[in-house]
Every structure is written in C-alpha cells, then in structure tokens.
C-alpha cells in the first residue's frame, strides 16, 4: 500500500513570500489533516477534512495560512506571506474513519525554513 | 481535553525490555489511549491503541490499569533502531475530530548498543 505523498521534501524562503505544500493521501482515506511540527516539539493539528469538507481549522492562522481538498483527495496548504515563526515541519496525515481509530498515516513531511 | 505527562527522555540497552510510562490523570469516559512513534525527518507512526486493560501487536503491548489514569507502552527486547521520540495521545477518538487528539512533546529513547 502506497503510503501518504508530499512534496516538496525541503523549502527555503524568504520572510513575505509565499509557499504551498502539497499531499495526496492513501486512497480510499476520507479523512486529511495537515500538522505543524516546530523543532523540539510534537506535532499540533492545523487542519482536518472530511472528503473536500472542514471538519475542524480552529487552530489554522486563517489570516496567512489556506488549505483546500479538490475533489475530497489531494490537498494543498498555502502560507502568505510567510513569517520566520512558520518555520516548521509540515506534516499531512489521512485516516480512514473521521476518527482516527486505528490511528492515521502520516507522511514524511515538508521541511521550511523562513530567513 | 485529556492532558498527558511522559518523561522528557529514557536510555536503554539493546536487548531490554523498555516501558513508557504516559500519566493522564483526568481521562474522560469516551477516551481512548494511543501511541506514536517518530524518527527523525519521518511524519509519526502509528504504534498501537487501547481503551482498558492490555492490548498486544506484533510491535509493542500497551497496560492500563482499572483507574485509566495512566498507560505503560512496553517494547520487548529493543534495538538500535527503536531509537525514537514516543508520543502519549488521549482523546475521544470517537468524536470525529482530530483536536480531541493532542500531541504532547513525548518521550525521547535511547537505545545503546
């Protein structure tokens, strides 16, 4: 079984440009999330989606940070303009019920850095 | 939201068993216990998951007791690659939203040859 995809694997940028990420989950997994991992630190959710739904962006800086799930499979998360804060792993995980009760599936990452 | 307490970091030997403890004091009904694993420049893997009593994979065994104030992750007879950061969740994995499950700063092991 394919695992969770997401590229860019590293991404350097400056302070007030843009950049998305993007992942495409395990198929057939309704269920996405996008996580932000800062060094030292566990992940913590930013966002989750039911098929092309939000269930929950209560935790996503929605005045600089976008997610979007076309057609309730791959996602992309954008960031503009970035701030040296967001400097982060991000991580995109799926699952195959809403709840996660077999736990979900993350992928490798993207690594950005902000200078 | 259930909030957890593991130690900061543990070192082994290969070969040892190692158990994680995870307190979480004010666990609510509906919560489940789940545990993640992490390597570096790696998303977390899902290790294993219970609700009460002993749950048993192919990877590790997890222990609640009766009160489900706390958890053990037991990992049998460890190696170097068990070197990872293990992370502690509580939450209603139920309710259909990922928040009720938060990542702590988990536990970083160890494993010396």
């Known amino acids: 079984e394919a695992g969770v995809a997401q590229s860019p694997r590293y991404k350097i940028i400056e302070k007030r440009q843009s950049v998305a990420f993007w992942c495409n989950p395990i198929?057939?997994?309704?269920?996405l999330y996008w996580y932000q991992q800062i060094l030292g630190q566990g992940p913590k959710l930013l966002i989750q989606?039911?098929?092309?739904?939000?269930?929950?962006d209560s935790q996503l800086p929605k005045d600089r940070f976008s997610a979007e799930r076309l057609k309730g499979v791959d996602s992309t998360l954008k960031i503009q303009p970035a701030k040296l804060e967001d400097s982060a792993v991000y991580l995109c995980?799926?699952?195959?019920?809403?709840?996660?009760?077999?736990?979900?599936?993350f992928g490798s990452g993207t690594r950005l850095t902000v200078v | 939201l259930a909030k957890t307490t593991q130690p900061i970091s543990m070192d082994s030997y290969e070969g040892q068993e190692v158990n994680i403890t995870c307190s979480h004091n004010?666990?609510?009904?509906?919560?489940?216990i789940t545990w993640y694993q992490q390597f570096p420049s790696q998303g977390p893997r899902f290790i294993i998951q219970?609700?009460?009593t002993k749950v048993t994979n192919e990877v590790a065994s997890l222990f609640i007791p009766a009160d489900r104030k706390s958890s053990t992750l037991s990992l049998p007879r460890v190696s170097l690659s068990d070197t990872a950061v293990y992370y502690c969740?509580?939450?209603?994995?139920?309710?259909?939203?990922?928040?009720?499950?938060?990542f702590g700063s988990g536990t970083q092991l160890t494993v010396l040859p």
């Open positions: 995980a799926s699952s195959l019920d809403r709840g996660g009760n077999y736990g979900y599936t």
């Open positions: 198929s057939g997994h309704a269920t």
């Open positions: 989606f039911q098929n092309n739904g939000v269930v929950d």
């Open positions: 004010n666990i609510a009904t509906n919560d489940y």
């Open positions: 219970g609700y009460k």
């Open positions: 969740l509580v939450g209603d994995a139920t309710s259909g939203s990922a928040r009720q499950l938060t």
